[in-house]
């Protein structure tokens, strides 16, 4: 019986209860009560005829307790909770409500769907532990700074090989590029930006952090010691040719934005591949050109200076000779250079002590000396070396006879003792 006299009512609507009574008490007159509440005289005078008749309850509004009549029936409910279970699992509530409407044209809000979930036990809220950062400003102008990274992951969820996204975000603008390599290393990083640069062009600035690729571990020379320069990665040898500043950064916290794009693609990207059945690197490289085209549409923003700082590719320039491993080595006698394990024989007469090895992306080597290219062939088969056969001794073994010394006596008890089949007579 208790629980029938309750009754459920807002702070507001409480206020206004008290405001009414007032005037069912003659304290106030109905239009300083709408003057109170801002509300018209029509609404006063219904308010007061609802609750002399109804009582306290007269003031709660009528829709209270009532279903919507904008809400979905239980069967599109049901069959939405159905297909998540089905083919969507681990979607997140906003991305499972894309899809729902993408692929199976049920539309309905992301909250909507979230609330379904949770009711359903499919979906737990979160909250995940902020630490303070100090937020860091956006490049003014497209292209005058690219951070970007690698990224770990079971991108095909064990439907293919494991690989490494090397993901590039521009900062001014948030516009991501990205390529799957089977590793992360100088020659992906190389060829991924060399990607990048055929695409946008070249920028003022990368941003990355202290991967051994990207940034060298190495003692510096003394001469570099002398110049007051460190070793430099291949990777930061190249960038530096192409006139690109590279800056490091001391945390991923620093460079946040490439970190939130490849949390975005582990969520995103990884279940658009599951639901196409993607199994190879290739496949997944041509997807990902067409998942990025809508996604920079959607999360890119506009930068806040005007321009493009991105610099065209010189018509000279050969990517082949930069974006490549460079390495010394000496010119012997014959005129061959060693590398990798193979012997190489160079065709063009100079007078030099060492040469330049440029290993390209393509797997293919070329000699440089003075940035002049060399003609070289490879030695398919090293010459055998001749053995030296050298002629027995011909002097004679001489073997000692049994009772000579060096067989008669042993060492034994701190003293000599004859083991001569000879004894001395008593």
Not at 45 to 74: F, L, Q, T
Not at 143 to 168: A, F, I, K, N, T
Not at 319 to 344: E, H, M, P, S, W
Request: with cysteine; charged share 35%; hydrophobic share 30%.
């Amino acid at each position: 019986m208790a629980r029938e006299d309750m009754i459920m009512a807002s702070p507001k609507e409480l206020r206004r209860l008290h405001v009414i009574r007032k005037v069912l008490d003659g304290a106030i007159k109905q239009i300083e009560a709408g003057e109170v509440l801002f509300l018209s005289s029509r609404q006063i005078c219904r308010m007061v005829k609802r609750v002399k008749w109804e009582g306290d309850r007269g003031i709660v509004h009528r829709s209270r307790g009532r279903p919507s009549n904008r809400g979905y029936a239980d069967k599109v409910k049901d069959q939405a909770i159905r297909l998540y279970r089905e083919k969507y699992r681990g979607f997140g509530p906003t991305l499972a409500a894309e899809k729902l409407w993408e692929r199976e044209g049920m539309g309905f809000s992301d909250e909507t769907l979230r609330g379904w979930l949770i009711e359903s036990g499919d979906w737990k809220k979160s909250r995940k532990r902020r630490v303070h950062r100090q937020w860091r400003e956006r490049k003014e102008h497209y292209g005058e700074m690219v951070q970007m990274d690698g990224s770990h992951h079971d991108w095909l969820e064990g439907r293919g090989p494991r690989c490494v996204l090397m993901g590039y975000v521009d900062d001014a603008t948030g516009r991501g590029f990205g390529r799957f390599y089977e590793y992360e290393g100088t020659g992906p990083a190389m060829d991924s930006f060399r990607q990048y640069i055929e695409g946008h062009g070249i920028p003022l600035s990368v941003y990355l952090d202290k991967h051994t690729t990207y940034k060298s571990t190495g003692e510096p020379t003394i001469a570099e010691q002398l110049e007051g320069v460190g070793p430099l990665s291949e990777f930061e040898r190249a960038l530096k040719e192409l006139g690109v500043e590279v800056i490091h950064a001391h945390s991923p916290q620093a460079k946040g934005r490439i970190e939130r794009f490849f949390g975005t693609l582990q969520d995103r990207l990884v279940k658009e591949m599951r639901l196409r059945g993607i199994q190879t690197l290739e496949e997944a490289n041509r997807f990902l050109d067409e998942f990025l085209a809508p996604y920079n549409e959607r999360f890119a923003v506009a930068p806040a200076g005007p321009g493009d700082l991105h610099r065209k590719i010189p018509s000279r320039l050969d990517l082949n000779q930069i974006l490549c491993v460079k390495a010394d080595r000496a010119l012997r006698n014959d005129f061959t250079v060693a590398y990798q394990g193979k012997l190489y024989q160079i065709e063009d007469h100079i007078r030099a002590s060492k040469v330049k090895v440029h290993e390209r992306l393509d797997g293919s080597i070329a000699m440089m000396y003075k940035h002049r290219p060399l003609r070289f062939k490879e030695i398919a088969r090293r010459p055998a070396r001749e053995k030296r056969s050298f002629p027995k001794s011909q002097k004679k073994v001489s073997i000692p006879p049994p009772d000579h010394p060096w067989r008669n006596f042993k060492f034994g008890r701190g003293r000599y003792e004859s083991r001569s089949p000879i004894q001395p007579p008593p």
